[in-house]
């Protein structure tokens, strides 16, 4: 795995009114893919010491995401993570579900802050090098400035790359930014349980057959599997 230096944003905060503004135009942009030639997604997540056992479970899982894309044209994942003193690590593509698990498995949780911003400014420059079409984030607390990464998620929007994200645990300060991300990138927010992989492992699939298939495939995937799913086709439609 290598470290992502790229970083051309801006490092001044926006005001609220800027994320505002990027806000009315992502909902007023059409996400260009449609479906098609294969997806790619980045599935990030954090490996501070308070994700040690879910880290296990959705290494334990991730699988699935390969298998509900299979009859729609296949998926590449790039895997993500960042831990410790600033420690922020992106492996290459793969098709391989073993492959993915061998990595994700390779990892240890180590304490430190969260670098989400890290993550989507990643998600932002790998878009105009590879053409991702989806980013998922699991992670269950939140440590940075709203206002920047709230940016960041703008620009994910515009250049209609959602960002679906997924918390455990409770904490209400995640919960706030996790939703204004997802709001900003036109994706979607949940919360779920570790204590409920099922879950975890039907929002990974929902998110990888809107990356190899398109809006229409997620919503005919929703409609079949119905409960928790229904949440991120309502949110991407704006119904909250």
Partial sequence: MSSDNDDHLPAKASSTSDIEAFLETAHKTPVPFEGGGGGRLLFAMDATASRDASW?????????????????????????????????????WSSDP???HRLMSSVFCLA???QVD????HARNEAAR?????VIYVGDCFEENIDVVGQVAGELGILGVPVFLFQEGDDPIAQRAFQHIA????GAYVHFDASSPDVLKQLLGAVAVFAAGGRGALDEFA??????????????????
């Fill in 56 to 92: 296990d479970m959705a290494a334990n899982i991730q699988g699935n995401m390969f298998e509900a894309t299979r009859s729609i044209g296949g998926l590449a994942v790039q895997l993500a993570f960042f831990r410790g003193f600033g420690e922020f690590k992106v492996s290459g």
């Fill in 98 to 100: 073993q492959e993915i």
């Fill in 112 to 114: 430190g802050q969260t």
């Fill in 118 to 121: 890290k993550v989507l400014k």
């Fill in 130 to 134: 590879s053409g991702i079409r989806a």
């Fill in 183 to 186: 709001k900003l990138s036109g």
């Fill in 223 to 240: 409609k079949v599997q119905g409960g928790v799913l229904l949440q991120i086709t309502d949110q991407m439609r704006g119904k909250r």
